[in-house]
């Protein structure tokens, strides 16, 4: 377990450094001049504009001002803005609304896709698997974000205006987590719900119908000891999978989410920032979603060998 563990940690240092180079170069090559756009209409003084490309390090090389740049990530420096205020900072103030956010939607979805995957599973060809398979079809055909600005309109609306049923808030965080948070969190993670579901209904219906299932039920087995100790256990490798990746996702689509439901997260800043020309914040940012992402999926490879001890002898 442990060499397969190295195994993983090594192979994740290769993408996180060419991922966060893509990602740094992306912004520089971006047109504009940011130190220019501080200065609006007026052009700045020209000793003035040579001082402050020396001081974000923008009169260096691409590669240097990588280095300089992921050497102060090392030590918990992402940088200032062009006022001169730390981008992590802003990060500090943003991060809490959009980690509640990401972590609402991560866990409806978990529930949505484990009971109602494993429900239609279990009766596949009945009422309940069409019923799932309506619903996840869906929540995939559609887009989120239209379904988000109809029920942010319908709360708004009718809820509120209408009825007078004020347990959701309209916008922003004034009701603190969870309220202000359930409905947002419900729409980002639409998509999730509806592709896992999916894939938890179709892998469980695929491993009831393998051989050791067969097996296990010939030896006089229960069949809630041969779901519970042997279908669901293998069903479980490809969604584990999934809800990894989909929890990364979560955090990327929060910037639509926020936007909708004006939500002062880290996505609007993200936003934000490329708009303004504030390509530090954007970089900051994006990077430690990039930092994060990896983290992720380095735990999904250590769920998987928990889940099927063969991989990590592969």
Do not use: C
């Not at 978990?110 to 009945?126: D, E, K, N, S, Y």
């Amino acid at each position: 377990m442990g060499r397969y563990v190295l195994r993983r940690l090594l192979q994740a240092i290769p993408v996180f450094i060419g991922t966060t180079f893509l990602i740094f170069a992306m912004f520089h090559f971006m047109p504009g001049d940011p130190i220019r756009a501080m200065f609006g209409d007026k052009p700045p003084p020209e000793a003035q504009y040579q001082a402050l490309r020396e001081h974000y390090n923008l009169d260096k090389p691409l590669w240097q001002r990588y280095l300089l740049y992921m050497g102060g990530i090392f030590k918990g420096d992402f940088g200032e803005t062009f006022n001169q205020r730390p981008v992590s900072e802003i990060m500090k103030e943003r991060w809490p609304v959009t980690l509640q956010l990401s972590g609402t939607a991560w866990a409806l979805e978990l529930v949505f896709v484990l009971f109602a995957g494993v429900w239609a599973g279990l009766r596949r060809g009945r009422a309940p698997d069409y019923g799932v398979l309506m619903f996840a079809t869906l929540f995939i055909a559609v887009p989120s974000f239209v379904i988000g600005l109809v029920v942010q309109v319908l709360n708004a609306s009718v809820l509120h205006n209408k009825w007078h049923f004020d347990v959701f808030p309209v916008a922003g965080i004034t009701e603190g987590w969870p309220m202000s948070y359930l409905l947002p969190g419900f729409i980002l993670a639409l998509l999730g719900m509806g592709q896992g579901a999916r894939l938890m209904r179709t892998s469980l219906t695929e491993n009831l119908r393998a051989d050791y299932v067969r097996t296990a039920t010939a030896k006089g087995l229960t069949r809630k000891r041969v779901i519970m100790r042997h279908a669901l256990r293998n069903s479980l490798i490809p969604v584990v999978t999934l809800e990894g990746v989909s929890l990364g996702l979560l955090m990327g689509g929060a910037i639509i989410t926020e936007g909708i439901f004006n939500l002062p997260g880290i996505g609007n800043e993200v936003f934000l920032a490329i708009s303004r020309q504030e390509f530090t914040i954007a970089t900051g940012i994006v990077t430690l979603f990039v930092l994060i992402f990896i983290l992720i999926n380095l735990l999904v490879d250590l769920l998987y060998a928990v889940l099927d001890p063969r991989i990590r002898y592969d």
